[in-house]
């Protein structure tokens, strides 16, 4: 047992040393926090940034867009990405704690409504959709597909996502309707599952974010109403805004940016940066 | 008409046998499904580099927090839940306190893991300052295996035979040196269950670490405590990878290839523990 | 006082001291869970969130009640553990007494391994590969079932269950097994009527951390139960999706503020209570049968 505590202190001490020999600390250094469905891009930004200015530290992280939104209220981070827009709440927080937020908007991301290739439907109108995610409607073929029960996924309670998706597609883009998702609607935690699972079931449908829709599934053409053009979700028909389930991504800093913030930000929107952007799968402004 | 308990014998035997191949085939299934999609994903570059974009590059930064996490969650809980286990089984009096307490520390096994990192990340990182640290880390992981080090350990100890105490405390030993040199030893092997079993779930969950690991670094952590503690994590990496990049995934085996790494990694570091316990086993002395 | 004295004081005052501080620990959780969720009972009331049937936490209103999920975790934990304490004794007894030498060792040592599947792993294989088999044999619409998570949970508390009761049982002294033998039972006899009941409190122990580990579980559940809150049908509701109380807690904290995450806590000191009582209970069980 003395060599486990031999063991142990050697290994702290070892840790330390080597804590105490590197000195890396930048001289300047920016933190990220907020939004999953950005942690990837935000990366992407960081690494091809640092790339240029190899003074400069970024440190990202994901944990939520209302963990971002939180973090820099309370001064624990410099720039919060959000998949979604500040709720009132938080700015009136915010601004009792002397910060004011200033948004940015970095890009563009359409949300894909999507059914197994094996489904038979092609394209719905959003009241469609919506009857399908609140209970209305139950069995395929009320839409025109086979005589099955409609097994329907969503992102979970606390996702930016499930939340535009509530107030754009269920509401009508009414943010205080209150259209709920049905209780048998399966609530799941990240995209990736869902596309899974749509994928290997024919009567699910789902959605989510352009940035995860694969081969394997069905992208449906969606439509205002049943007159209106049904249209898939491609990068043109998002930032021509003409898709009609689409959302902005944002970045929030404390006031206007300024110094190496200011640097990053501005990396974010010009040329480079939205390339990265494009290539993380969104679209870009 | 009595059935012939030989006849009832090999009976159960035999479903005992089976059910025990049951129980292999599932992990064998997992592993060699990991193999299959992730081995292609690890190379040298993999092992070595840090993590790039689109969850391209390596882990390396994720491979040298999962072991300094292991090591530190070993270091702290080993000897507290050991010393906790020791003083509950021989030194306290078997009332209904140490029954409560007992009951207490069972249950916390059941804390969901998403709330230990919930408590580790507003004492450890917030209140006592920690920054999300390695040593909030290991200090939040360690009190999640607690339970099952303590229980394990306590148990073995239990099981050993009284009559061994009593000959060494007849031989004029103090209490601690019967405890060290009479019973430890025999609760050895009993000690190193709670202690494996500990190793592959600190090592492999996501949920206690959530808040606590990094999502991505570029440099290796420098220090325990504040800034330069910040690490990755292979499970949160993993989950990362898995959930968070969509299409736009350089490599889509990437995941299966950080679970393989990980599972590997665990087996390394518990080997010693379970060769050591199985040449104890052997020469158990009653 | 000598040396050895002041030794002997000093290494019982540092055990005292380490015992000491899991229990220290052990309280700092609870008062953390009840100092974030303790605030949500002073804007709810007890019976609509124990009874109350929707669980909407984000709309306006916001509705907080957690029957289904209750329910949910009911279903999906019974089922685990009604798979995992058969075939962890089964395991148990096999690897303690019937399988010698080196194959003892290379089975105790593969069922820890489990242990080091990170459960992310397990969740999304399960979810997929095995949801999709349950999907084929029940012929449902969805593989994502209590069924399914139940399943994986059992998988995951076996290494728990086998392990630690494999060492009570191997724990029992040799001459128990001799006694019994010389007295002309079989080999299961001697296990069935002596062994086990030797060994009793150490695989209550290895039992009661095997189901808190079945309750603790978050991602698989998250990933496997289908996480729909709908109050299930009995029983054949363990064949359709559920959701669970560690579900809920696993997939909404991390974008959840201000009243929604006090729920969640509410939630985890619900849960905590839950397997309190049933530890409780299953010690009471136990104690008596030893006193006996």
Known sequence: MKKFFALGLVLIVIIFAVGCNSSQTSSKSIEVTGSDTMVNLARGWAQEFMAEEPDIEISVDGGGSSVGIQALINGTTDIANASREMKPEEIKTAREKGVNPKEIIVGYDGIVVAVSPKNPVNKLTIDEIAGIFSGKTTNWKQVGGDDAKIVVFSRESSSGTYEFFKEHVLNKGDSKGSINFAPSVSLLNNSSQIVDQIASNPKAIGYFGMGYATKDIKELEVAKNKSGPYLRPTIEKVKSKEYSISRSLQVYTKGEPKGEIKKFVDFMLDGKGQSVLEKAGFVSL | ?286 | ?292
């Open chain 2, 1 to 286: 008409m009595r059935i012939n308990p030989r006849h009832t014998e090999k009976f159960i035997f035999g479903s005992l046998f089976s059910v025990s191949l049951i129980i292999l085939v599932p992990i064998s299934w997992v592993l060699l499904i990991t193999l299959k999609y992730g081995l292609s994903v690890i190379n040298l570059d993999f092992l070595t580099k840090s993590p790039t974009f689109n969850a391209g590059g390596g882990i390396y930064p994720a491979i040298l927090g999962t072991i300094l996490l292991v090591i530190g969650t070993i270091v702290v809980s080993l000897p507290i839940g050991l010393g906790a286990a020791i003083y509950l089984s021989e030194y306290s009096s078997k009332n209904l306190l140490t029954r409560i307490i007992r009951i207490g520390i069972i249950s916390l096994a059941g804390v969901p893991s998403i709330v230990y990192g919930l408590f580790g990340f507003s004492f450890f990182v917030l209140f006592l300052g920690f920054d999300k640290s390695l040593l909030a880390g290991a200090l939040t992981l360690s009190l999640m295996i607690l339970p099952v080090v303590i229980t394990a350990s306590r148990e073995a100890i239990d099981a050993v035979p009284e009559h061994f105490r009593e000959v060494s405390l007849s031989l004029g030993a103090t209490k601690w040196q019967t405890i060290r040199h009479a019973v430890i030893p025999h609760a050895l092997s009993g000690i190193l269950t709670g202690t494996i079993l500990g190793i592959g779930r600190a090592a492999g969950e996501t949920a206690p670490i959530l808040l606590i690991a990094s999502a991505w670094l570029v440099n290796t952590p420098t220090s325990v405590v504040g800034r330069g503690g910040r690490f990755m994590a292979l499970p949160n990496y993993l989950y990362s990878t898995y959930a968070l990049v969509g299409k736009s995934m350089e490599n889509p085996n990437t995941p299966y290839g950080i679970a393989l790494v990980l599972m590997l990694l665990v087996f390394l570091i518990t080997l010693p523990a379970i060769i050591i316990r199985a040449k104890l086993r052997k020469e158990r002395k009653w």
């Open chain 3, 1 to 292: 006082m000598n040396l050895k004295q002041i030794r002997e004081f000093i290494i019982e005052k540092a055990i005292f001291l380490c015992g000491l501080v899991s229990i220290i620990g052990i309280i700092l959780i609870f008062v953390f869970l009840i100092k974030e969720g303790g605030s949500f009972f002073l804007k709810e009331s007890l019976r609509d969130f124990l009874l109350g049937i929707h669980w909407y936490p984000t709309s306006t209103p916001a509705k907080f009640g957690i029957l289904p999920l209750i329910l949910g975790s009911l279903l999906v934990t019974g089922a685990a553990i009604s798979i995992a304490v058969p075939l962890g004794v089964a395991g148990a007894i096999f690897i303690a007494e019937i399988a010698k030498g080196s194959l003892k060792e290379f089975l105790k040592s593969s069922v820890e391994l489990i242990q080091a599947i990170p459960s992310v792993v397990l969740g999304f294989l399960g979810a997929k590969a095995l949801g999709g088999y349950v999907m084929d044999w029940f012929n449902l619409s969805s593989g994502l079932t209590a069924f399914t998570a139940a399943l994986l949970l059992a998988f995951m508390a076996l290494p728990t269950i086998i392990s630690v009761m494999e060492d009570a049982i191997t724990a029992v002294p040799k001459r128990y097994r001799e006694s019994a033998l010389a007295m002309g039972s079989t080999k299961w006899q001697a296990i069935y009527r002596v062994v086990l009941p030797a060994a009793a409190s150490g695989m209550a122990a290895a039992i009661m951390l095997g189901i808190g580990r079945a309750i603790g579980e978050t991602m698989v559940v998250a990933m496997a139960s289908g996480n729909a809150a709908i109050i299930p049908g009995f029983p054949s509701g363990i064949l359709g999706p559920v959701k669970t109380l560690t579900a809920t807690i696993a997939t909404e904290t991390a974008e959840a503020s201000g009243r929604h995450i006090q729920s969640l806590f509410a939630i985890a000191i619900a849960l905590f209570l839950i397997t309190l009582g049933v530890n409780v209970s299953a010690d009471f069980l136990v104690h008596k049968k030893k006193v006996k």
